[in-house]
């Protein structure tokens, strides 16, 4: 996310059985519902974990969502509970995303463990959330619930209206650079790093790099096909990185930094194909392979959006016209 959901949406009306409720809250998703059952929940990172299941803190100013001003809902990470609308979001200057009110019955509040400050669950789920603060006055609710953006997942207005969206996967070396163009690339929804084309299920970034899995290092792009198109981000993909270069690019040596298109459509292929011949045709010699995609796998959360977080750019990716 962090973390958009890549999945075709329909109209689902969600109210909670757990509480006499007033107002229903109505959005969008085929396969999101809200998982009571906990052997369904969302697998959790070990950086989830630490902070859902035992009660952590994500760095100040680091969060997916302090500056989100889109519209939409925000849902519990773990068992996809509706929480707090966008309209009630707002900037305190905390640095978390902070809300003045909640979705009603969704979330709950206890008494924290250190004796004063009082701690905000959900309601479903009992993942940590954060805390909530009362007499501020930052708003007229006089109320802010300081959350931490690891424990939320956020499905944006456009998401709930249906919006179509395509994706594609390239790897062209270290994801980290891979993704920093791809993310501020026009009609990019959201992008995910991960490993694909190995043949061990869930890999971790270890294993991927002994050389043993089989795995690119690649990065998962979700589009708008209104705004942009898949041959404008294969074009992109040829010209943020050296094509030429064989199980490497730049300093970074061994068969997960290959250059490789894993298309998910005859479509994709067409072009993914017909972009490289040009390119050899003008002389170029790519190296790089075009492969039915299989399982993606995403990566750790601390490799997600590096260069949006850590700053600088990337080390062995650079924008050479070619086209």
Same mark, same amino acid.
């Given at each position: ?26 959005f969008t998703t085929s396969n999101l519902e809200i ?25 100040? @100013?680091?969060? !997916? &969502?302090?500056?989100?001003?889109? $519209? *939409? #809902? ?101 994801? @980290?650079?891979? !993704? &920093?163009?791809?993310?501020?690339? $026009? *009609? #990019? ?108 796998w995403e990566g750790e959360d601390y490799h997600e ?10 080390y062995c990716h650079g924008y050479t016209k070619r086209?």
């Open positions: 996310m962090k973390n958009l959901f890549s999945f075709t949406l329909v109209l689902l009306t969600i109210g909670f059985s757990a509480c006499s409720q007033t107002k229903e809250q109505t998982m009571h059952d906990s052997s369904q929940w969302n697998k959790l990172t070990p950086e989830e974990e630490r902070v859902i299941v035992y009660k952590g803190t994500e760095m100040i @100013w680091k969060g !997916e &969502y302090v500056d989100n001003h889109e $519209e *939409g #809902v925000y849902l519990c990470k773990r068992c996809n509970t509706p929480l707090f609308n966008s309209s009630d979001k707002f900037d305190s200057g905390s640095g978390w995303p902070a809300f003045d009110d909640a979705i009603e019955g969704s979330v709950k509040e206890i008494p924290d463990a250190d004796g004063y400050r009082t701690e905000i669950v959900c309601a479903n789920c009992g993942g940590h959330l954060g805390h909530v603060f009362k007499g501020e006055h930052f708003t007229a609710k006089n109320t802010r619930h300081c959350v931490n953006s690891i424990s939320l997942n956020f499905v944006s207005e456009d998401m709930e209206n249906n919006v179509k969206t395509d994706t594609a996967i390239f790897a062209s070396g270290c994801f @980290w650079g891979t !993704e &920093y163009f791809f993310e501020k690339a $026009e *009609g #990019v929804i959201s992008t995910q790093v991960g490993y694909i084309g190995g043949h061990k299920d869930n890999p971790t970034y270890k294993e991927v790099c002994s050389h043993t899995t089989g795995h690119a290092e690649a990065v998962r792009v979700v589009y708008d096909p209104t705004k942009t198109d898949y041959e404008t981000l294969c074009k992109l993909f040829f010209e943020t990185h050296d094509p030429t270069q064989v199980d490497r690019q730049g300093p970074d040596i061994g068969t997960q930094y290959r250059t490789e298109i894993f298309y998910l459509n005859d479509d994709q292929k067409a072009i993914a194909e017909k972009l490289k011949q040009q390119l050899i045709d003008g002389g170029l010699k790519v190296a790089t392979n075009i492969t039915k995609a299989t399982t993606f959006h590096y260069y949006s977080n850590k700053g600088g750019t990337p086209f």
